[in-house]
């Protein structure tokens, strides 16, 4: 788990390539995002979000202010500020034996970064 937690921390801190994501994520993934009613399953579909995800989370101050691992499972508080909004939020990443993502959820907080959060998501994901 180690392995797979320091590589996703070089992907952020490079800006989310999508050749290190691509490494970073096992075919069977599951993404589950705070605002879609049903979880984003497949290697391309975490993919997608994911690489959304940190184009809109690159506009913004981004730091990850706590960290919890257990295991293969790791927490990651973060704080943003999006458009003069504060964004906490937590991600919940699950790995495999060889340091692939496997389960990616996140939860955001306050109701208004939620949903700001996802207007700039969908924008991300239409630019595509």
Known sequence: ????????HR????????????????DDAVFHSPVLQTPQTGRE???????????????????????LTDGHEAALEF???????????????RFD???RIVDFKVMVRPF???DLLWRKMAEALEDG
């Open 11 to 26: 992907a952020m801190l490079a800006g989310c390539p999508e050749d290190m994501l691509a490494e970073l994520v096992a």
């Open 97 to 99: 034996l060889e340091g």
């Open 79 to 93: 704080d943003a500020m999006l458009d003069g909004v504060t964004v906490n939020g937590v991600h919940l990443l």
């Open 1 to 8: 788990m180690q392995l797979g937690l320091a590589a996703w």
């Open 112 to 114: 208004a970064a939620a």
């Open 45 to 67: 579909a975490v993919l997608l979000h994911l690489t959304a995800a940190c184009r809109t989370l690159r506009q913004t101050r981004f730091a990850y202010v706590r960290e």
